[in-house]
């Protein structure tokens, strides 16, 4: 979330619903986008995934609304 706090790390299993809360915009990595549904305050939400991959990087602003995350991460060595 927006205070830095990681509010799930898990790989999921099918049927499973994981419900998260925190301090928006809320930052979502999704490994296996295809496999996954999402509601943002009971509505369902569009995934955005960029084309040829099935992984996905969005927002979630305070408002609900959903946009792709464009933030590039820094490469550690």
């Known amino acids: 979330d927006a205070s830095g706090k ?15 809360a925190g301090v928006p915009p809320l930052r979502v990595n999704i490994g296996l986008a295809s496999a996954v549904n999402a509601q943002v305050d009971e509505r369902s939400i569009v995934i955005p995934r960029r084309a040829g991959k ?9 408002d609900g609304s959903v946009r792709p995350d464009t933030l590039k991460t820094a490469v550690r060595e």
Request: no cysteine; aromatic share 8%.
């Open 6 to 20: 990681r509010l799930m790390f898990d790989m999921g299993q099918p049927g499973r619903v994981r419900n998260v």
């Open 54 to 62: 099935d992984g996905a990087k969005f927002l979630i602003e305070a």
